[in-house]
Structure formats: structure tokens, C-alpha cells
């Protein structure tokens, strides 16, 4: 069992938004605004596209956002693309060391 | 380009020691932290571990009593081992790179380890 919950999947239709959650506890994202977000293509390596809750690396889109209330992180993408389908994983720091979601995969349909 | 690469063998016999080599090219490893990560059949991912560039390590509570990770800053190649494996182990395992401490920028493409006799 993943340390964080995620919804197993989303799906949208191509320029929607949709809003994927990551539940944790007080020791890990009630604690700390260091929640960070990766996509996930099949066969590729996961990229990064959230850190710190709400900040992007650069080269990230903007219709990718992230923020957080309580233990929940949220990541949103809006103005769906089929390109944004992929599976997605949060992951927050729980003191010295850090805990993932189990992912979410995201449908265009 | 940060790349990173994982190598080693698929398949490893119950109770034997798992082991994998992460090789980074496009950047310098004597900075950073560089990290485990798994994903099992059906779970989610499970932070393995890191060692940083002064060598020291940080490990899973849940797996340090079976887990090495050194580096070799020559060949620009950080290692995992694990020791006493079992089915549990079965997962593909990732390589990657703390940008900061607390953020991972760049991963590896994984590789699946397969824990039977």
C-alpha cells in the first residue's frame, strides 16, 4: 500500500481541465510544502513537473499547476492535450526521507 | 542533457543480493544526491535511498537493513545493492538525481528486476 493516495485514474477530453489528488497525513504533506509532481510516459523515464507544491522547472507548461490544503496536494492540467496522457505520481518529503503516491493515470479521451 | 541510465542484471534468485548501476552522463556527480526508487507489480513507488557527494547516505527505514548504495565518481556510476531478496523485491528500479534535496529532476528510464528461482 502506496504511503500517499491517489485516485487510480482521471480521464478529460482534450482541452478540459482535470484535477488529480494526492491524500497524505500531518508528517508528510501536512508538514511540508515540499510536494513535488512527475509524469510518467510509458517506456520513458518519469519527468519532473512540480516542486515545492506550486512551482514548475522550467520548460513545464503552464497548464500544469499544483497546490495543496491540509494533507491533499492537488496537481491540475488545463486545456487538456492528447500528449498529456500518461501516468502520474506525487511525492512528498515525511522528514529524512520522502513518500510517493501510487499514481494516476490520465485518459484524453 | 542530465541522462542516467540503470544496468544489471533482470534476474536474481531469492536470497541473493540485487544489484544495479546507475551511469550518469551530461552532467557532474560529484554534486547532488543521487537516489533509489522502485516500483512493484501494482504499487506505487518506494523511495529506496540516496548517497550525496560527500558519500553519505540516507536509506528507507523499511529496507536499511539490507541496502548499500556507494559511489564510484571516477566512472560517473552510483550503485545499489540489496541484499536477501525475495518475491517482495520484484519491481522495476529507478535511478535519479536530487536537484535539491528534496526534489527529483532527473530519472532513468528503469529497469525491471525480477526476483524468482
Known amino acids: 500500500q502506496s504511503a500517499l493516495t491517489q485516485p487510480a485514474s482521471v480521464s478529460g477530453s482534450p482541452g478540459q481541465s482535470i484535477t488529480i489528488s494526492c491524500t497524505g497525513t500531518s508528517s508528510d504533506i501536512g508538514s511540508y510544502n515540499l510536494v513535488s509532481w512527475y509524469q510518467e510516459h510509458p517506456g520513458k523515464a518519469p519527468k519532473f513537473m512540480i516542486y515545492?507544491?506550486?512551482k514548475r522547472p522550467s520548460g513545464v507548461s503552464n497548464r500544469f499547476s499544483g497546490s495543496k490544503s491540509g494533507n491533499t496536494a492537488s496537481l491540475t492540467i488545463s486545456g487538456l492535450q492528447a500528449e498529456d496522457e500518461a501516468d502520474y505520481y506525487c511525492c512528498s518529503y515525511a522528514g529524512s526521507s520522502w513518500v510517493f503516491g501510487g499514481g494516476t493515470k490520465l485518459t484524453v479521451l | 542533457q542530465v541522462q542516467l541510465q540503470e544496468s544489471g542484471p533482470g534476474l536474481v534468485k531469492p536470497s541473493e543480493t540485487l544489484s544495479l548501476t546507475c551511469t550518469v552522463s551530461g552532467g557532474s556527480i560529484s554534486s547532488y544526491y543521487w537516489s533509489w526508487i522502485r516500483k512493484p507489480p501494482g504499487k506505487g513507488l518506494e523511495w529506496i535511498g540516496y548517497i550525496d557527494y560527500n558519500e553519505s547516505t540516507n536509506y528507507n527505514p523499511s529496507l536499511k537493513s539490507r541496502v548499500t548504495i556507494s559511489v564510484d565518481t571516477s566512472k560517473k556510476q552510483f550503485s545499489l545493492k540489496l541484499n536477501s531478496v525475495t518475491a517482495a523485491d520484484t519491481a522495476v528500479y529507478y535511478c535519479?538525481?536530487?536537484?535539491?534535496?528534496?526534489?527529483?529532476?532527473?530519472w532513468g528510464q528503469g529497469t525491471l528486476v525480477t526476483v524468482s528461482s
Open positions: 515545492e507544491v506550486t
Open positions: 535519479a538525481r536530487q536537484g535539491s534535496l528534496y526534489f527529483f529532476d532527473y
